[in-house]
């Protein structure tokens, strides 16, 4: 049996023949899956899990737009793939514009959405990772006292001790206490690995 990226294919299509044809389709190729009848049911139901989303962009009350429109409010974070019909072509690169991973026409090669679902989970997986990198990263920040961010802020911009010293109007011996407070509560093994997670919480 394949071995298949990790998390939940997410199909959101009305069309029940349809959704149910999808669902067979991918879970017989060792994809999980969950399929949604609407876009307010997946609202409704989303509890959050990694994955990727199979998504109709021509859909009664909330179409497949305005859905995508709602996850960037909620900061809900999926590969997208859009699912269009012949006339729905320029709904379709608007979701592109706005983020989605791909799309494809109906009808389509099985197999072409097979490689785009594959993808879609590498996404999510690299997209979770650094999610949770960053809020590990912003919890670590928050732990920082006033005085520590300030030093922090320096460290990250190049300055070096005395400068920072300078700057801060403290003795070089105080600061490097706090450069290494703030190493320890952020966990940069390095230089180089405190600059790449201030870039990641906008830090300067």
Request: proline share 3%; glycine share 6%; aromatic share 6%.
């Amino acid at each position: 049996m394949t071995q298949r990226a990790s998390g939940t294919v997410f199909i959101v299509d009305d069309d029940n023949d349809f959704r149910d044809s999808m669902k067979w389709l991918l879970e017989s190729d060792n994809f999980h899956v969950i399929g949604f009848d609407s876009a307010q049911d997946f609202l409704n139901r989303y509890n959050g899990d990694m994955g990727c989303m199979l998504l109709d962009v021509r859909m009664p009350e909330i179409n497949g737009l305005a859905l995508q429109q709602i996850m960037i409010e909620r900061d809900i974070k999926l590969p997208i793939i859009v699912i269009s019909g012949h006339g729905d072509i320029p709904m379709a690169v608007n979701a592109m514009k706005n983020g989605a991973l791909d799309f494809i026409e109906k009808p389509f090669d099985d197999e072409v959405l097979l490689r785009l679902v594959e993808l879609g989970l590498q996404r999510a997986t690299e997209m979770f990772k650094s999610n949770s990198a960053r809020a590990q990263s912003r919890s670590n920040y928050d732990s920082l006292s006033k005085r520590e961010k300030e030093v922090m802020s320096l460290v990250v911009s190049g300055k070096s001790n005395r400068e920072i010293a300078e700057t801060l109007g403290i003795s070089p011996k105080t600061v490097e206490v706090h450069r290494a407070r703030v190493m320890s509560k952020m966990r940069a093994a390095s230089l180089p690995d405190l600059v790449q997670q201030a870039n990641r919480l906008n830090i300067t």
